[in-house]
């Protein structure tokens, strides 16, 4: 069974930054591409970044790119998303996101296994 758990989200000032993080049970973390999605209410998930299963390649939406930052530590099975500058309009549930390839990929039914989102609330 896989398990991906999403922790540090919460609610924030424009400008601030925080951390999230997701950590992985099962077997499938190193040999997977992780994302970061999003989804606000009334809108569509929507892809936020990525990162192949090595770490060396990474790819963000034009909307948070030079803001966000995604990074993983496979020893501890966790990937990380590193939101700068938040501004009102990232306010969202975040999820991770694992795939069962090297390959990054972008778009949600690429991916294989979910975590159940972490909300980002930020206040103007």
């Known amino acids: 069974q896989v398990q991906l758990v999403e922790s540090g989200g919460g609610l924030v000032q424009a400008g601030d930054s925080l951390r999230l993080s997701c950590a992985a049970s099962?077997?499938?973390?190193?040999?997977?591409?992780m994302g970061w999605f999003r989804q606000a209410p009334g809108k569509e998930r929507e892809f936020v970044a990525a990162i192949s299963r090595s770490g060396g390649n990474t790819h963000y939406a034009d909307s948070v790119k030079g803001r966000f930052t995604i990074s993983r530590d496979n020893a501890k099975n966790t990937v990380y998303l590193q939101m700068n500058s938040l501004k009102p309009e990232d306010t969202a549930v975040y999820y991770c996101?694992?795939?069962?390839?090297?390959?990054?990929?972008?778009?949600?039914?690429?991916?294989?296994?979910w975590g159940q989102g972490t909300q980002v609330t930020v206040s103007s």
């Open positions: 099962g077997r499938i973390f190193s040999s997977s591409a």
């Open positions: 996101a694992a795939a069962n390839t090297i390959l990054i990929r972008t778009t949600a039914p690429n991916y294989d296994y």
